[in-house]
Nanobody
Framework: QVQLVESGGGLVQAGGSLRLSCAAS????????MGWYRQAPGKQRELVAK???????SYADSVKDRFTISRDNAKNTVYLQMNSLKPEDTATYYC????????????????WGPGAQVTVSS
């Protein structure tokens, strides 16, 4: 049982910045990867950024060079620094965590946060 809580969403002017945070808690033995997805009204949910336990990162082409994902392993927390925001970045952003809840890594699941709204005005 793992719970995720996002914070840092809000309303921002185009060109501005926001920083999203997501803290994982519960019966976690280890986290394999954490990431951010987003979904705009009428659109498919899409991957924004991911970071593995080893620190490897990947980004959607639409946010590359503008967004930066990072993590604090000791706190089981992932961050998404969003700069140069555009109206098309407006969406609900969901935190994702792939975690092991046992020492052997036999119980591995994807967990999701409730979402954080990001609105970018023009």
């Amino acid at each position: 049982q793992v719970q995720l809580v996002e914070s840092g969403g809000g309303l921002v002017q185009a060109g501005g910045s926001l920083r999203l945070s997501c803290a994982a808690s519960g019966s976690i033995f280890s986290i394999n990867a954490m990431g951010w997805y987003r979904q705009a009204p009428g659109k498919q949910r899409e991957l924004v950024a991911k970071i593995t336990s080893g620190g490897s990162t990947s980004y959607a082409d639409s946010v590359k060079d503008r967004f930066t994902i990072s993590r604090d392993n000791a706190k089981n927390t992932v961050y998404l620094q969003m700069n140069s925001l555009k109206p098309e970045d407006t969406a609900t952003y969901y935190c994702n965590c792939n975690a092991d809840t046992d020492a052997l890594g036999l119980i591995r699941w994807d967990y999701w946060g409730p979402g954080a709204q990001v609105t970018v005005s023009s």
